[in-house]
């Protein structure tokens, strides 16, 4: 057991890096290099309008953490966020929360830094309902989907609102109805809730949603710049928009790690659909996902050495 403390964590790290490159590896043999050279300039700025996303939802990370009564230097905010970019392919991006180990020493309990990372998560899909949309207008394959999103983000805001969450932890971690070691994981949950309430409330709420609506707008108007690539088709701005959006948004719902293999068919299907042949939707599709996940997953392991120094200062193996 002593081994396995030891070195498992390393094995955990070294399996997910592997199925990372493994995963991008797979994305890059489908691209046409000789296309995205002649379209380097569409790339790039694509990757800044997702380098800008990445700030944007940085600021709200840390404004979170301020209102839970947490505040934390900008660089260390930045790096420990970016972090979590690592395991974003991680099943409901569930990984990310791998950054509350940077806020322990801190001593940011781990139910602070999961509501402020339940919160995210709930705006950020929030705020790809809205996205998705924009499409409603103008095609309905996705409407049931998207109605289906937003009554499922207002009965959770309701439930989050109306339950007495600090009651509920208190029965869950002293029933003796469910094994401790559940009891304690749901009393956990509970807690984190708790501080979510915070983070929920309407001012905090709306200046959240905003600032993720344009996050995720700015990777948006990046597949639109992708699109450029084709300058026959014309595609809408708010329609590439929508298009992202929906792809997200479908691609969270399946809950495969990183929505991969789900949000491409998504998007390609939905770019084929916009006058796009299946081989040109699907080198966009692809770019735009390099360009934005890959990017991003990079961005978290370099995050990841760039913090190792303060962490090993208080686990061995990070």
Not at 129 to 142: D, E, F, M, P
Request: proline share 4%.
């Amino acid at each position: 057991m002593r081994l396995i403390r030891r070195f498992g964590p390393y094995l955990f790290v070294g399996v997910f890096a592997a199925w990372c490159a493994y995963s991008l590896h797979g994305d890059l043999a489908q691209l046409s290099l000789m296309q995205m050279i002649g379209s380097w300039e569409l790339v790039a700025l694509a990757a800044v309008l997702s380098v800008l996303n990445y700030a944007l939802r940085i600021i709200r990370w840390r404004t979170y953490l301020a209102r839970l009564g947490h505040r934390v230097p900008f660089r260390f905010a930045a790096l420990s966020f970016t972090a979590g970019f690592a395991y974003t392919v991680s099943p409901g991006k569930l990984g990310e929360m791998v950054r509350a180990r940077y806020y322990i020493p801190l001593g940011i309990p781990v139910s602070d830094v999961a509501a402020a990372f339940f919160a995210e998560r709930f705006l950020d899909l929030v705020a790809m309902i809205a996205l998705a949309a924009l499409l409603l207008s103008a095609s309905s394959t996705y409407h049931d989907t998207v109605l289906a999103s937003a009554a499922g983000a207002v009965c959770v805001l309701l439930a989050l609102a109306l339950l007495p969450w600090a009651q509920i932890a208190e029965w869950v971690h002293s029933t003796a109805l469910l094994p401790k070691s559940v009891g304690s994981t749901l009393a956990s949950i509970a807690k984190a809730l708790v501080s979510t309430r915070t983070l929920l409330r309407p001012g905090i709420l709306v200046a959240g949603f905003l600032i993720g609506l344009l996050a995720w707008s700015l990777e948006g108007a990046g597949l639109a710049l992708l699109s450029g690539m084709f300058p026959a088709v014309h595609l809408e701005p708010a329609t590439a928009v929508g298009i992202y959006g929906a792809a997200v948004l479908i691609g969270g719902l399946s809950f495969l790690p990183g929505g991969l293999g789900s949000t491409e068919a998504a998007m390609t299907a939905l770019l084929a659909a916009h006058g796009y042949s299946v081989s040109q939707a699907l080198l966009i599709t692809l770019t735009c996902r390099l360009v934005t996940l890959w990017l991003a997953v990079v961005f978290g392991w370099c995050a990841i050495f760039a913090l190792r120094p303060k962490a090993q200062a208080v686990t061995p193996w990070l």
